[in-house]
């Protein structure tokens, strides 16, 4: 740990500004200010990329002609915040107190540190489907993450359960292993983009089973069917697989935060237009927050903007 210093001339404090995420809002939000010479430790349980280490394919990104994968873009983003000087600290935050002029963090070893400005770029995980059998098959037939289990299923059948952009890109990626990949939507017309919609007609192994839910998930040692139900006729009928991928959208990731930031319905962090939250210089970023467009472009816009915002709140406590 660095040494403590001090501002205000009286609270003693182990860093200056914390980012609670490395994805690409944390590690934007590290860049800048670290760049800006704003003492910056970015903590993250895993590694350096949050979802975009999930993503074989980025083709949306600007300053790539042709796709990068998720796991170079987060590597290159990484080396640009440590060649500013940035820390990393690796650390699983278990609980916060982010109230007053020291916002103090916990992370899973024991260790509390504090801060005088904290960034909330915690990104968001999977949504789970909450059917009977999802958790006991999970690992067995059951995953959330194409690219990570993708390998495990050549020349299989499987399903892909959800309508957005992220379901219908994960079933075109499975196509390069599963005979066969069904992809289950509860509505009548997909909520992807025409892009991915236009893409999955390319692959005749990918079959859409529409106005459909999964109702459970069967099997023995390992997963062999899904029951699902046809909401157009209220039917039933078992569907054999071999595995399910269930991409039904995020849940943010705001446990740790104990309820002491304002969040909406969905549990999503409100900011304002600097990226702030309801407490005083604390600041959110990325799939954290309440916004209409969840991209790396758009977490990465949110990180410049909060760690400009945070360098701004910084300067008024000197």
Known sequence: MTPPFCYGGSVKLDRKLLIIGAGPAGLTAGMYAARARVETTVIEKL???GNMLITE??????????AVSGAELSEKMKEQYLAWGGKLLEGEVTGVSLSGRAKKVRISDGKEISAAAVIVASGSSRQKLGV?????????????????DGAFFKKKR??????GNSALEEAIYLTRYADTCYLIHRRSQFRASKHFQEEILKYPSIKPVMS?????????????????RRLDTDKTEDLELDGIFISVGQRPNVDFLEGQLERNPGGYLITDYRMETSEKGVFACGDVIRKSLYQVVTACGDGAVAATSAEKYLDGLD
């Open 47 to 49: 590694s350096p990329g």
């Open 57 to 66: 394919s980025i083709e949306n990104y600007p300053g790539f002609a042709k």
């Open 132 to 148: 009977e059998g999802e958790e006991d098959f999970r690992g067995k037939g059951v995953s959330y993450c194409a690219i990570c």
């Open 158 to 163: 499987i399903a892909v359960v959800g309508g």
């Open 212 to 228: 459909a839910v999964v109702e459970r998930i069967e099997g023995d040692d390992r997963l062999r069917r899904a029951v699902i």
